[in-house]
């Protein structure tokens, strides 16, 4: 089992910046590659970021290119998200993932059926 908790959500203004974590704890976080998803109230889970297990490789999609920046320190089994220039549409509660090793995330990163574990979630309110 893996057990993940985000942290570093909260309120800011729009055009200002958060930085989340996601701290991992059971089996060998290295193992893992990582994700960043999202929910909006009346929307459904969107994908915001990945990162494969070594750090080799991230992923991202339009709306969070040039703003979001994913990142991880496997000696201290964290994953960060760097979120800069935010936006009243980026409010919503931020989940961290963890996907197996195995899997190929480089066509797979966007769906949420390729991770295994989830952590509770983090909110992250953008004011205008």
């Known amino acids: 089992q893996v057990q993940l908790v985000e942290s570093g959500g909260g309120l800011v203004q729009a055009g200002g910046s958060l930085r989340l974590s996601c701290a991992a704890s059971?089996?060998?976080?290295?193992?893992?590659?990582m994700g960043w998803f999202r929910r909006a109230p009346g929307k459904e889970r969107e994908f915001v970021a990945a990162?494969?297990?070594?750090?080799?490789?991230?992923y991202y999609v339009g709306p969070m290119k040039g703003r979001f920046t994913i990142s991880r320190d496997n000696a201290k089994n964290t994953v960060f998200l760097q979120m800069n220039s935010l936006k009243p549409e980026d409010t919503a509660v931020y989940y961290c993932?963890?996907?197996?090793?195995?899997?190929?995330?480089?066509?797979?990163?966007?769906?949420?059926?390729?991770?295994?574990?989830w952590g509770p979630g983090t909110q992250v309110t953008v004011s205008s």
């Open positions: 990162i494969t297990w070594s750090g080799g490789s991230t």
């Open positions: 059971g089996r060998t976080f290295s193992r893992y590659h």
């Open positions: 993932a963890a996907a197996p090793m195995r899997s190929d995330l480089s066509s797979n990163y966007r769906y949420t059926t390729s991770y295994e574990y």
